[in-house]
T-cell receptor
């Protein structure tokens, strides 16, 4: 079975500093990985995905993520945080080899950017 | 495109009542997913459809839950009878068919069962 772990419930970063939101995964083969963001009282918005190819994936709002197969990780990063980046972030995985088409989500990480 | 549209946005009902949540996916998308979000359990996949056909309903918690997709532009999730533990935010999402495709989420329906 596939699973995702987001080890931090909350990450606090000062505005202008780089940010990292951690994600590790477990699947039987090569994973398809996704990041979503959720603002209060809103649905999830897609940020970026890794399917294959370059391990560094660039997405919306200046975010990027690095796929590391040996560490089974897919951490979300941004070079310079904005207060408006404060939200709930979800990592998700889909096993390309079979199983359900639906995404399996982590528990989410609250990102708080302090002015 | 207006995105995935869910209705109602908020629903408050009494225990034992029937509740129907509605979803209109993005035009051209042929996969549709229903998720439930709670503080305790996070985001859980309840059921998904490909080309209007239910593929996997193993996430549906009980027989009280049922979902239908009568056509490509409409789906419902029904709870009958509702219980307080069903209180959650229910999301509908749609995508093009294919495992590399990202899903697009609606705004959700916040259900409160009292």
């Amino acid at each position: 079975a596939q699973s995702v772990a987001q080890p931090e419930d909350q990450v606090n970063v000062a505005e202008g500093n780089p940010l990292t939101v951690k994600c590790t995964y477990s699947v039987s083969g090569n994973p398809y990985l996704f990041w979503y963001v959720q603002y209060p009282n809103r649905g999830l918005q897609f940020l970026l995905k890794y399917i294959t190819g370059d391990n560094l994936v660039k997405g919306s709002y200046g975010f990027e993520a690095e796929f590391n197969k040996s560490q089974t990780s897919f951490h979300l990063k941004k070079p310079s945080a904005l207060v408006s980046d404060s939200a709930l972030y979800f990592c998700a995985v889909r096993d390309p080899g079979g199983g359900a088409d639906g995404l399996t989500f982590g528990k989410g990480t609250h990102l708080i950017i302090q002015p | 495109d207006a995105g995935v549209i869910q209705s109602p946005r908020h629903e408050v009902t009494e225990m034992g009542q029937e509740v129907t949540l509605r979803c209109k996916p993005i035009s051209g998308h042929n996969s549709l997913f229903w998720y439930r979000q709670t503080m305790m359990r996070g985001l859980e996949l309840l059921i998904y459809f490909n080309n209007n056909v239910p593929i996997d309903d193993s996430g549906m918690p009980e027989d009280r839950f049922s979902a239908k997709m009568p056509n490509a532009s409409f789906s419902t999730l029904k709870i009958q009878p509702s219980e307080p533990r069903d209180s959650a935010v229910y999301f509908c999402a749609s995508s093009v068919r294919g495992r590399i495709a990202e899903a697009f989420f609606g705004q959700g329906t916040r259900l409160t069962v009292v």
